[in-house]
C-alpha cells in the first residue's frame, strides 16, 4: 500500500516538474519578445513608408499647380513642360546631384593568421551591389560607384579580375556615394548583425562616413531601349 501511493507522489511529482519546465520555457520565449534589430528594421522600414507617402504627396501638388500653369497660356504650358522635364532627368539620373549623405569604402581584410603573406580575400560584385540595395532601402536618392552613377538599367558584374559598372571597368579601392539622410543610411549598414558585420565574416572590410555634403556624378551613357516600348492608352 505504502509503495503503491509513494509510486504515485513520484509520478505526480513528475508530472507536475514537467508542467512547470515547460510554462517557463514558453514564457521565457513569449518575454524575449521582438529583438531589438528587428524594432529597427520595422522602425526604418515605416520610416521609409512615410518619406514615400510624403513625396507622393508633394508629386501631387507639383502637378496640380504644372496643369494649372499650362491652362493659362503657351508660355505657362511651356514652362510648365520645361520644368517636368528637369524633374524627370533628375530622377533617372542624368544630373548632378549634390547633398548631405554618406561614403561607404570597401576593401580585402588582411586576416593576422594568413601564414602565406598573400591576402586571400576580396571584394566581389555581389558585395557592391548588397551595399547598393542597403542604402536604397534606407532611402538613398542618388547613387555612383568610383564614378560611375547608378540608375534603374545599371549594371554591376565581375569581368575577369574587374568589376564592371555602366559597362565601365572599375578596380580597388571602391568607394560608393550616396544621397540621403546621413544618420538613417549610415545606421542600416552599421546595424548589429546588420551588412557590415556580415561582410566583415566574409573577409570583406566596410567604412562607412557621413558627409555634410556629397557630389553624385550625372549618368553619361546612352540608354537604347530596342524592344520596350510605350503602351498607348485607349482612347
Known amino acids: 500500500?505504502?509503495?503503491?501511493?509513494?509510486?504515485?507522489?513520484?509520478?505526480?511529482?513528475?508530472?507536475?516538474?514537467?508542467?512547470?519546465?515547460?510554462?517557463?520555457?514558453?514564457?521565457?520565449?513569449?518575454?524575449?519578445?521582438v529583438s531589438i534589430d528587428r524594432v529597427q528594421l520595422l522602425t526604418t522600414e515605416l520610416k521609409q513608408l512615410d518619406r514615400e507617402y510624403i513625396t507622393l504627396l508633394e508629386e501631387a501638388q507639383d502637378l496640380e499647380q504644372k496643369l494649372a500653369q499650362a491652362e493659362k497660356g503657351r508660355p505657362q504650358a511651356s514652362q510648365a513642360v520645361h520644368e517636368e522635364l528637369q524633374k524627370?532627368?533628375?530622377l533617372a539620373g542624368m544630373t548632378k546631384m549634390q547633398g548631405p549623405g554618406v561614403e561607404v569604402n570597401l576593401a580585402p581584410v588582411t586576416r593576422e593568421e594568413d601564414q602565406t603573406g598573400e591576402n586571400l580575400f576580396t571584394v566581389r560584385d555581389e558585395d557592391l551591389l548588397r551595399v547598393i540595395n542597403e542604402l536604397r532601402a534606407a532611402g538613398a536618392e542618388a547613387l555612383a560607384i568610383n564614378?560611375?552613377?547608378?540608375?534603374s538599367t545599371s549594371e554591376i558584374r565581375l569581368a575577369g579580375a574587374f568589376i564592371d559598372v555602366n559597362l565601365t571597368r572599375i578596380s580597388a579601392p571602391?568607394?560608393?556615394?550616396?544621397?540621403?539622410?546621413?544618420?538613417?543610411l549610415e545606421s542600416?549598414?552599421?546595424?548589429?548583425?546588420?551588412?557590415?558585420?556580415?561582410?566583415?565574416?566574409?573577409?570583406v572590410a566596410v567604412t562607412v562616413n557621413k558627409r555634410e555634403a556629397i557630389t553624385v556624378p550625372a549618368y553619361t551613357h546612352r540608354i537604347n531601349l530596342e524592344y520596350a516600348k510605350p503602351l498607348k492608352e485607349a482612347s
Not at 564614378?147 to 540608375?151: D, E, F, Y
Request: charged share 15%; no cysteine.
Open 1 to 33: 500500500m505504502k509503495k503503491t501511493l509513494y509510486a504515485s507522489i513520484l509520478l505526480v511529482s513528475v508530472i507536475l516538474g514537467f508542467m512547470v519546465a515547460f510554462q517557463f520555457r514558453t514564457a521565457g520565449r513569449v518575454d524575449s519578445g
Open 88 to 90: 524627370v532627368r533628375q
Open 147 to 151: 564614378g560611375q552613377r547608378i540608375i
Open 174 to 184: 571602391y568607394s560608393i556615394l550616396a544621397i540621403g539622410a546621413p544618420g538613417q
Open 188 to 203: 542600416a549598414l552599421i546595424i548589429k548583425g546588420g551588412l557590415v558585420d556580415l561582410m566583415d565574416d566574409w573577409g
